[in-house]
């Protein structure tokens, strides 16, 4: 069965930071694409980050330059530290595992809720 637990959630002050973990259980390997999603009330989820199983990566325009996806394959978690959060940041953050073979394996976490407010 696979599992992704999101953690490192929670509120912070504009300018503030937090690191987002998502560890991954069960049949979720380092070939997976690994991405960070947000999805805020009223709105679409939306891409945050992503990097693939070679190391790529790529942001979604509001959040260069402030947030960092990184993983750790030998323990099979990625991170998101994200720096500089400004209120329109606020947004349940997902883990999202996926990988394309014959068949598309996507995968999500239950999501973790990131407030930034004074």
């Known amino acids: 069965q696979v599992q992704l637990v999101e953690s490192g959630g929670g509120l912070v002050q504009p300018g503030g930071f937090l690191r987002l973990s998502c560890a991954a259980s069960?049949?979720?390997?380092?070939?997976?694409?690994m991405g960070w999603y947000r999805q805020a009330p009223g709105k679409q989820r939306e891409l945050v980050a992503r990097?693939?199983?070679?190391?790529?990566?790529n942001y979604a325009d509001s959040v260069k330059g402030r947030f960092t996806i990184s993983r750790e394959n030998a323990k099979n978690t990625v991170y998101l530290q994200m720096n500089s959060l400004r209120p329109e940041d606020t947004a349940v953050y997902y883990c999202?595992?996926?990988?394309?073979?014959?068949?598309?394996?996507?995968?999500w976490g239950q999501g973790t809720q990131v407030t930034v407010s004074s």
């Open positions: 999202n595992a996926r990988r394309v073979t014959t068949t598309l394996h996507n995968y």
């Open positions: 069960g049949s979720i390997s380092s070939s997976y694409t």
């Open positions: 990097i693939t199983s070679g190391g790529s990566t």
